[in-house]
Nanobody, 123 residues
Framework: QVQLVESGGGLVQAGGSLKLSCALS????????TGWFRQASGKEREFVAA??????????NYADSVKGRFTISRDNAKNMVYLQMNSLKSEDTGVYYC??????????????WGQGTQVIVFS
């Protein structure tokens, strides 16, 4: 079993930045690929970014809507996953979820989910 706890959400003006954190705990968490998803009110959950690694090489995957603005990273020593969000837009508003077990954009491929952290971007 893997537990995930997100933090770092909040209210930010358009054009600003936020950094989300996700703390992983449980057995062999360093083996799990991880990703971020978001869900706006009244909409389906959508993929944001994912990260996996092989030895010391990290591979990342981003939704087109966030490429060049968001950066996913991971600190395996601390069992943390981060999402640095820059140049935020109002359409980035939503609840952001950390997930473990997958790498694709399909949320069904992920086994574990956090409770989410709210991000609100205002103009």
């Amino acid at each position: 079993q893997v537990q995930l706890v997100e933090s770092g959400g909040g209210l930010v003006q358009a054009g600003g930045s936020l950094k989300l954190s996700c703390a992983l705990s449980g057995r062999t968490v360093s083996n799990y690929r991880t990703g971020w998803f978001r869900q706006a009110s009244g909409k389906e959950r959508e993929f944001v970014a994912a990260i996996r690694w092989s030895d010391t090489t990290y591979y990342t995957n981003y939704a087109d809507s966030v490429k060049g603005r968001f950066t996913i990273s991971r600190d395996n020593a601390k069992n943390m996953v981060y999402l640095q969000m820059n140049s935020l837009k109002s359409e980035d508003t939503g609840v952001y979820y950390c997930a473990a077990g997958g790498y694709s954009s399909d949320p069904k491929t992920y086994d574990y989910w956090g409770q989410g952290t709210q991000v609100i971007v205002f103009s």
